[in-house]
């Protein structure tokens, strides 16, 4: 009986992780250089004007944007956005005037600590190349990947610290009742 629970377990887990990257794969935005694109006459380009360039996914989140202008951005509510390898779940924190004053991507949760030590490893790892693309070196030495032990429930224990203007990107670990993630914590100071 202990085998079945086990093995039902590890099923739900690859069933889940494989439902992840079929709807991060479905999500994703069509490139806007597509063949279709290519094709297009550019003989009189030079007499038109330049049309703005329309920003996709985190880029074109702005902080101090309402919740509607938020939603228009197209996020699928409770469907990962593809970022890195992974999809992540995006979820934006708002002030008391309905300001958005941070963005939490949250990576898929794990249920025990072997997939903690395997799973989670990699989406920690992919959100650490995926901010260090963007901005660089981390502000402080960053930390090793911590044993689940050492999570207490219910806190984020940050590993890294990025800094671009008013804005702090902080990638960490939680263990929420025995659910472990990956989760990345942006926010805007001049907005608290």
């Known amino acids: 009986m202990n085998f079945v629970v086990k093995k039902s377990g590890f099923i739900h887990l690859v069933l889940t992780c494989f439902l992840w990257c ?3 794969f479905i999500s994703c935005k069509q490139d806007p250089k597509s063949s279709v694109n290519a094709t297009a006459d550019n003989s009189n380009a030079a007499n038109q004007e330049e049309a703005p360039k329309k920003r996709f996914g985190l880029d074109a989140v702005d902080f101090g944007m309402s919740p509607s202008e938020f939603a228009a951005i197209g996020f699928p509510e409770g469907y990962p956005v593809p970022l890195g390898k992974y999809g992540y779940k ?7 005037r309905d300001e958005l004053r941070a963005i939490v991507i949250k990576g898929l949760p794990t249920t ?3 997939q903690y030590t395997t799973f989670t490893y990699l ?5 650490i190349d995926v901010f260090t693309l963007k901005y660089g070196k981390t502000i402080e030495e960053p930390k090793i990947f911590p044993p689940a032990q050492y999570l207490k ?4 224990l940050f590993t890294h610290e990025w800094q ?3 804005k702090t990107i902080q990638l960490g670990l939680i263990n929420d009742k025995g659910s472990y993630s990956a989760n990345v914590f942006i926010e ?3 907005y608290n």
């Open 22 to 24: 079929c709807v991060s």
């Open 188 to 190: 805007n100071k001049s």
């Open 164 to 166: 671009s203007g008013d």
């Open 112 to 114: 025990d600590v072997k």
């Open 123 to 127: 989406i920690w790892e992919d959100l």
């Open 153 to 156: 429930d219910g806190r984020l």
């Open 90 to 96: 995006i979820v934006p924190v708002y002030t008391k």
